[in-house]
């Protein structure tokens, strides 16, 4: 199995204004887009890099908001694109690792790798839909 590129790197944040100021004062990045998402109380802000894409993500529940409270803003996970998912999957689990699909929305599907292959660093594969 072989990532294809990065395609997005997450930060959990606080507030997606204030984290959106910085980073287009401090850095010059540019707002690609916004999402939200009423089920969950997410809001985010996409800014391009390169082929990939910083998400500065909040919200009012669920592992982003246990994340922010639990460690503070700060890195919420990494996205690797690969070509076949299934494939990826069967990889890994060949290789005794531990994974879990998720749906996730913006048209791709989303395999988690369990953080404790990783070293501790959140990593989801993604293919799009």
């Known amino acids: 199995m072989q990532a294809g590129q ?22 010059g990045f540019a707002l690609a887009r916004r999402t939200t998402d009423a089920t ?3 809001s985010s802000a996409f ?4 082929k990939a894409e910083i998400e500065l993500r909040s919200s ?5 908001a246990e994340s922010v409270a639990a460690r503070g803003e ?6 690797l694109e ?7 999957h ?3 689990t060949g290789r005794g690792l531990r994974s879990a699909f998720e749906t996730e929305g913006c048209g791709r599907r989303v395999l988690r790798v369990d953080v404790a ?10 293919q799009p839909a």
């Open 6 to 27: 990065l395609k997005i790197l997450t930060a959990a944040v606080k507030d997606v204004d204030a984290a959106l100021t910085t980073f287009e004062k401090n850095f």
């Open 47 to 50: 800014l391009t890099i390169g």
């Open 82 to 88: 690969v070509d076949d998912l299934q494939a990826a």
């Open 60 to 64: 009012a529940s669920g592992p982003v």
């Open 40 to 42: 969950t109380g997410s």
């Open 117 to 126: 292959h990783t070293h501790g660093v959140p990593l989801v594969l993604s």
């Open 90 to 92: 069967q990889t890994l």
């Open 74 to 79: 700060g890195l919420f996970q990494i996205e």
